[in-house]
Every structure is written in structure tokens, then in C-alpha cells.
């Protein structure tokens, strides 16, 4: 993940502040990374040791200005917001988030998703040196002392009774995600007063995808009650679909999200340009 330079100056920088510092980084962030346990499995002694190290202590640029607190670089899936920093190379791409708490959810998400770290949903999520060796062995730092320092802050600071804690109850009904049988991308649909912020820190998405996910800015329209959202990346296309005539009223963004087609590949399948609007009657193709 980050270089063992980066991962060198966190610690020097965590060995120089009080243990109350500390103490206030777990305080502030223990729920989050318990309530990430719960969710996806991965200890939170461990999610709060990478947070404190990665971050130091929530004190590193890329934590104050970009809310990174793992140090997690752009890669080739990331569309959310950006911040540029020296790490192995010079000015590399690292994610920047809203909040401290969408970058808890992607590391959870980051780790969940990437094979190389596959084997350690196998282990006891109680098992903190086993995480910590297995985060070593599949190269999240190239630190060799990362397994060490990971278990000597959760030794330190007792942050293994928060991976023995029963899980802590949502304060906000959630319905279950539904998949849309044809796309097979996994969506809900929009309750009352929701908003995209509200459903992506519900389903534990960083909040800067769950805009992308829908293809809607930020400061753009909200969902309607039974609109649907989608919690996972839309498709380039539906192979599956048959053409789309285009119906009274429709937008190529109703149907772009009926489909679960990204907006901007349905107007590519369809050689519009695109400001353009659909006319009624007129075949689209879907793949």
C-alpha cells in the first residue's frame, strides 16, 4: 500500500505524541471500525492499528486534506475525488473521500474485493497477529516491520477487545439490496426523504461512488421515493436486452438507470452526442 518511507514517518510521528492522542483517535473511530467487522469481517484491532499507522494518528496530509486515513492509492477503478502525493514516485493519485468514515468503509471494501487478500477472510477474525502477518505477506506495506508495528499498537492500547465486542445494532432500518435480474447489478430502491448521502453511508459506500454508481452530481437532483439506486457500477451494456423505444417522457436517464446501463455508454452504443435527448418512438440500442 503505502511505500515503507511513508509507513517509517507514520510511526515516527505516532511515537512522538502522548498516549491520550492515541486514545482519542480510538475513541473517535472505534465504532466505525467495529461496526466495519461486523460488516465485513476484517478485525477492528486491526482496521484501528492500520488507521493510527497509516495516518499517524490522523495527523498525515493525506489524512487531514483528503481524509485518507490507509493510504490508499487511485488505482484503476477509482472515480471519486483525487489528491496527489510523493510516495514511491513522485506526485502519485491517492483517494480522497468526504469524511474520515468513507475512508473506513473503502479500506473494508478495498481489502474485501482484492484477491491477493482473499485468504485472510479465511482466518478468526479474533486472530489479530494472524491479520497482521497475512496484511505483510500480501504486500499492503513494504515495511518489513509492518506485522510487528501493527501488533505492538494493538497489544499497546488493548485494541483487541473491540474484535470481541457483539455487533453493534443499526440505528436505521436497511432494507436488503435487491439484483436486478437482467444486469445483475445490485440496487435499492429509495425510501422516503433519502437522500444519495443517507443511502450510501446506509450501505456502507464511500459517498463519492454512490454518486458515480447513478451518474448525478453532488449538487444535483436527490432520488424519489422508489427511484432506483444503485450500490454497485452500472454496466457498459445489456447484453441481454432486447431495444428500447423510447416512451413519452422519457430521458436518457430514466432509461439508462431502468437498464442499469452507464449513461454516458448507452449514448456511445447510440451515437449521440452527449447533450442529446431521445425522441419518442426512437430504437435504442442497449449492447
Known amino acids: 500500500m503505502k511505500s515503507n518511507i511513508l509507513v517509517i514517518a507514520a510511526l515516527l510521528c505516532v511515537s512522538s505524541v502522548s498516549a491520550s492522542s492515541y486514545e482519542e483517535y480510538i ?26 499507522l497509516e495516518s499517524a494518528n490522523g495527523t498525515s496530509r493525506l489524512a487531514v486534506e483528503g481524509n485518507n486515513h490507509f493510504g490508499i492509492k487511485c488505482h484503476n477503478d477509482w472515480k471519486g475525488e483525487t489528491l496527489t502525493h510523493d510516495d514511491d514516485a513522485m506526485q502519485e493519485c491517492f483517494r480522497k473521500y468526504d469524511n474520515p468514515e468513507a475512508s473506513f468503509i473503502d479500506h473494508s471494501q478495498f481489502l474485501k474485493t482484492r484477491a491477493r487478500y482473499s485468504f485472510l477472510f479465511e482466518l478468526d477474525k479474533t486472530d489479530y497477529q494472524a491479520w497482521a502477518k497475512g496484511l505483510k505477506q500480501a504486500g499492503y506495506a513494504t515495511d518489513p516491520n509492518y506485522t510487528k508495528l501493527l501488533t505492538d499498537l494493538i497489544e499497546r492500547f488493548n485494541l483487541h477487545q473491540y474484535d470481541l465486542l457483539p455487533p453493534i445494532a443499526e440505528t436505521t432500518p436497511k432494507l436488503a439490496p435487491q439484483t436486478d435480474p437482467v444486469s445483475g447489478v445490485k440496487y435499492v430502491r429509495a425510501q422516503k426523504d433519502e437522500t444519495y448521502y443517507t443511502i450510501g453511508k446506509k450501505y456502507r459506500i464511500p459517498f463519492g461512488l454512490i454518486y458515480v454508481y447513478n451518474d448525478v452530481d453532488k449538487d444535483s437532483r436527490q432520488p424519489k421515493e422508489g427511484d432506483i439506486v444503485y450500490i454497485r457500477a452500472k454496466k457498459s451494456k ?19 438507470q431502468h437498464y442499469g446501463i452507464k ?25
Open 27 to 52: 475513541d473517535r473511530y472505534k465504532t466505525i471500525a467495529i461496526r466495519e467487522m461486523n460488516d465485513y469481517g476484517i478485525p477492528a484491532s486491526i482496521t484501528l492499528a492500520q488507521g493510527i
Open 263 to 287: 449513461i454516458h455508454k448507452l449514448y456511445d452504443l447510440n451515437n449521440m452526442p452527449y447533450s442529446a435527448k431521445p425522441k419518442v418512438g426512437q430504437i435504442l440500442k442497449l449492447h
Open 238 to 256: 445489456c447484453q441481454k436486452c432486447d431495444n428500447h423505444v423510447v416512451a413519452e417522457g422519457e430521458s436518457m436517464y430514466d432509461i439508462s
